[in-house]
């Protein structure tokens, strides 16, 4: 279900509405720049490539030897090869089974960007600490479930069940908040080296903004995917039907919440 929903998103993606991907990923390769920029081939993995925007950045900010990037969309892959085409190993897989085609204590630099939603912090962070070297750097971003809580409390508050929001953010493994994506990365035995939470304040002024918001750019595409039958143009009817029932509730302000958060291995 999710690959098929990333597969129709593949072109839109980095339309990225609002900028969120875009700058959330610009803080987190800042903080692996400032600690690996002296570093040399560097063996690197991202575990969430989807259009490659993230490893293409680390390219041509670091020195890296081999990388590779997993994702179970076929879309997202083929919008990676167009930037990173000889330069990384692109797998149509999931991240889970990384340890099937690398090895162990390997990789000097593990990404992990907007992946907790779909698989569990027991499966991600036990296979990215096997794959990586002693000393080796893990990068976690992700959304917490306090993010976007104007959406589904008072104007919203009747209207959450269109798109459940809430009860999507609390599935997978999205921490709570900040706070608890740390306790979560130290407990499975990581050390942190930098953290950062990423605040931002957007503004839906219509249902427009919401479907860009939830079908195009990705933030909740599986979501409706899950909750509308998966067809488009049905989508368009419902959306449609819920432009002309909502518009008395806009605009509304909401708060975007990210974790951004660089550890380490142990040597």
Not at 34 to 52: F, K, R, S, Y
Not at 134 to 145: A, D, E, Y
Not at 160 to 181: F, M
């Amino acid at each position: 279900m999710v690959s098929q929903a990333y597969d129709r998103i593949a072109d839109s993606y980095d339309e990225d509405w609002c900028g969120l991907y875009a700058e959330s990923s610009r803080r987190a390769v800042a903080q692996i720049v400032a600690v690996l920029t002296d570093a040399a081939d560097l063996h690197v993995a991202d575990l969430a490539v989807g259009t490659g925007n993230t490893l293409d950045s680390l390219y041509h900010r670091l020195s890296l030897g081999t990388a590779a990037g997993f994702d179970v969309s076929t879309g997202m892959l083929g919008k990676a090869w167009e930037k990173l085409p000889r330069r990384a190993q692109l797998i149509h897989d999931s991240a889970a089974n990384a340890g099937d085609y690398l090895t162990p204590a390997s990789l000097d630099l593990v990404l992990c960007h907007f992946l907790l939603r779909y698989l569990e912090p027991q499966v991600v962070l036990p296979t990215a600490y096997a794959l990586l070297k002693p000393g080796g750097h893990f990068s976690l971003v992700t959304t917490t479930q306090r993010s976007l809580m104007e959406t589904y409390t008072g104007r919203f508050a009747k209207t959450e069940p269109l798109l459940g929001v809430r009860r999507q953010l609390a599935k997978g493994g999205n921490p709570l908040d900040h706070a608890q994506g740390m306790e979560m990365l130290e407990r499975y035995g990581f050390e942190i080296v930098a953290d950062h939470l990423y605040r931002e304040v957007v503004t839906f002024r219509s249902f427009d903004d919401v479907r860009a918001w939830a079908c195009e750019s990705g933030w909740a595409v599986e979501i409706v995917d899950g909750r509308m039958s998966v067809r488009f143009a049905f989508l368009r009817v419902a959306f449609a039907l819920a432009e002309i029932f909502m518009r008395p509730l806009y605009p509304v302000d909401a708060t975007n919440e990210i974790s951004i958060v660089l550890a380490r291995k142990p040597c």
